[in-house]
């Protein structure tokens, strides 16, 4: 770490495709800790950063599996266990009336896992982060891509990063501070 | 909103069928995409919607009023009686959660099956679901009579130390539906988020520091990081792939409310397929309906363009002769069952007291949608709306057609009746559409109601290798 207060480096292209490129020299350069801010997925530019896959479909097979044991414990026990009832010619607990709400029970659960585990693995919300400081950053949402390279990356160095991200085509390149 | 662009030129030629019509006309640009749909919530509020909205929130306060006359005084105050138990408010129940069957149908389905297309109109059809989940719900919750103990619907201990009787449809339909409800609202939240931020970003810069704030907070601090973005696509398409089953199983499940019975007319197996054909082909009309008035009048046609209201005209046209196909197979099916209850069941549906209900019901679903066979007429926006309220219309009418045909002849015929709705019936129905409008009016004042940052993605210049190679995978 060879800087005090700072949080990193950015710049700002102007394309899909300069930012692209961009980044497959970044990463050639051997900067790891980087990320690219974009106003949509650009696809393949994780190949270029060495971003890797998200768990997330992990934490949603766990959420819906949840679910399932949940719909048919909740319904054995109340219709068949503590108040067994017979009603509509079946037995208190009859398996294929489970279902419909066995599979909600699931949909719910994963879907609620997929959401605030998203949130949780993006450590949002949070409604105020250093990159913020940048000069252009707002255009991040709108029609401009940025790339950054965090203060942590053992490569850093304000102003040999600085150079190299405006070598690459970079342009408002800032030093922002934590 | 105080300078809309004209409706374009628009050189509509049959296109070369190898090569794609692009998704976003007139030569836009990134920005031009975030300039076009942030102008209806930046500017002024225009006259027209003003008294629009003050329409919607007559019938909202109507809605509220009739809600409160009912349970003050009881379920009396509608139509229903013996034999006809389930009467309008059912009926609106699951016309409403129809509609909202199109939202997730173009957000979730289509974007599996990799239908560029469905970007500029799935925030929109998002927002209708629901919205409209929220207008079907009031329904059964006030038809059960005494609402003040709704709350035995859910697995809940209570004073009579019972559980809900998980076997009944009825209690399928409470998972179904609430379940379809919090899926929906986070799967639309989820969207929303990119573009709030460029909400955000834009109020920030033009010094609107409540809307900033009130954009701000929703927006959670994106700010369009890939890392993000990588868990964030996930997210998405496993919410896509939970609701394509989800939608299919939510108008299922409606179905068994009827298919459950053994009451003739509602006691078919084709009922579940047959309801979420339905389902979609009421929510694509409503998506019209909508859709047609909000292009034209926030000038937004060169991203919904004439190729997706052709689309979705494609989609009017399959689903309307699907519903045809089962109006069809329901008369077969109990004439060749030799049942003489569900002949006579059908029979008297069609020519019946109810016959003009009938009528309408298939000259608006199955009639109606068959003008789309010609291309002039599903590329043209007054032909679309028109038809698109007649498939309101129809869809309604079968959902009457269903409920009340089947009641209205009970087993013994000295319980036959004609069921007549009355006023309140009526004025409750009129309230919901007045909740519906009312939300969806604040909807397009104050939210993206195209998902910008989606669309962005699928502009030729979102392609990393465009410009330099013309092959379409990389």
Not at chain 2, 31 to 37: G, I, M, P, S, W
Not at chain 2, 171 to 192: C, E, K, N, Q
Not at chain 2, 236 to 243: D, N, R
Not at chain 2, 386 to 399: A, L, T
Request: aromatic residues 16%.
């Amino acid at each position: 770490m060879t800087s005090n207060n700072k949080w990193g480096v950015v710049a700002e292209f102007d394309s899909a495709q300069s930012v692209y490129h961009a980044a497959e020299k970044l990463t050639a350069e051997g900067y790891t800790r980087t990320d690219a801010h974009t106003p949509f997925p650009v696809h393949g530019i994780d190949k270029m950063l060495n971003h890797r896959e998200s768990p997330l479909g992990w934490l949603v097979v766990c959420g819906g599996a949840t679910g399932i044991v949940v719909a048919q414990a909740m319904m054995y026990w109340m219709n068949a266990v503590d108040y067994p009832f017979w009603v509509s010619g079946k037995e208190p607990y009859a398996w294929p009336a489970t279902i419909p709400i066995t599979f909600e029970l699931m949909v719910l659960l994963s879907g609620l896992t997929a959401v605030f585990g998203m949130f949780g693995l993006n450590k949002l919300p949070r409604l105020h982060h250093p990159i913020f400081k940048h000069s252009t950053l707002h255009r991040v949402t709108d029609d401009r891509f940025f790339l950054s390279v965090e203060a942590t990356d053992p490569k850093f160095d304000s102003e040999k990063t600085l150079q190299f991200l405006q070598s690459i085509g970079g342009t408002n390149v800032e030093i922002i501070e934590d | 909103m105080t300078a809309i662009p004209a409706e374009p030129q628009i050189v509509d030629e049959p296109e070369n069928p190898l090569v794609r019509a692009p998704l976003v006309e007139g030569g836009r640009s990134f920005a031009d995409v975030t300039n076009l749909v942030a102008a209806p919530a930046e500017g002024t509020t225009p006259r027209g919607w003003y008294l629009m909205f003050g329409v919607a929130i007559a019938l909202l306060a109507n809605l509220g009023a009739m809600i409160g006359y009912l349970i003050f005084t009881g379920v009396g105050v509608w139509g229903n009686n013996v034999p006809v138990g389930w009467g309008w408010p059912i009926v609106n129940f699951v016309f409403w959660i129809g509609i909202g069957h199109a939202g997730t149908l173009i957000s979730a389905v289509l974007f599996l099956f990799r239908q560029k297309w469905r970007t500029s109109i799935n925030r929109a059809s998002e927002a209708m679901t629901i919205f409209a989940v929220m207008a079907a719900g009031i329904f059964p919750a006030i038809h059960v009579g005494r609402i003040w103990v709704i709350y035995w619907v859910f697995p809940l201990p209570n004073q009579m130390a019972m559980w809900p009787n998980f076997k009944s449809p009825l209690l399928w339909d409470v998972f179904a539906v609430s379940t379809y409800f919090t899926i929906s609202l986070l799967f639309w939240f989820v969207g929303l988020i990119p573009d709030l931020a460029t909400f955000r970003d834009r109020a920030v810069k033009a010094g609107r520091t409540v809307a900033a704030k009130a954009y701000g907070i929703f927006s959670f601090g994106w700010h369009g990081s890939n890392r993000h973005w990588m868990h964030y696509e996930k997210a998405y398409l496993i919410l896509a792939g939970l609701s394509t089953p989800l939608v299919f199983s939510v108008h299922s499940i409606v179905s068994f409310d009827f298919a459950v019975s053994l009451l003739p007319g509602w006691h078919t197996t084709i009922f579940p397929p047959y309801f979420v054909a339905g389902a979609i082909f009421s929510g694509f009309g409503m998506v019209l309906t909508l859709m047609i008035p909000a292009r034209k009048w926030l000038g937004l046609h060169d991203l919904i363009t004439l190729n997706h209201l052709d689309n979705i005209a494609k989609v009017l046209l399959l689903t309307g002769t699907m519903v045809g196909y089962a109006y069809a197979m329901e008369f077969f099916i109990a004439w060749y069952s030799g049942v003489q209850y569900e002949q006579f069941a059908f029979i008297n549906r069609a020519f019946g007291p109810y016959a003009w209900a009938y009528w309408i019901m298939v000259s608006c679903n199955v009639i109606s949608p068959q003008f789309f066979w010609f291309r002039q007429l599903r590329r043209n926006p007054t032909v679309l709306f028109v038809i698109s309220i007649f498939v309101n219309i129809g869809m309604w009418f079968e959902r009457f057609v269903i409920t009340v045909t089947s009641l209205h002849r009970d087993f013994l015929p000295s319980s036959w009746a004609y069921f007549s709705p009355t006023l309140i019936d009526i004025l409750t129905y009129a309230g919901s559409f007045g909740l519906f409008f009312t939300m969806f009016l604040l909807f397009a004042r104050f939210l993206p109601i195209i998902a910008m940052s989606e669309v962005k993605g699928v502009m030729p210049e979102a392609n990393p290798h465009h410009g330099h190679d013309h092959d379409e995978k990389h």
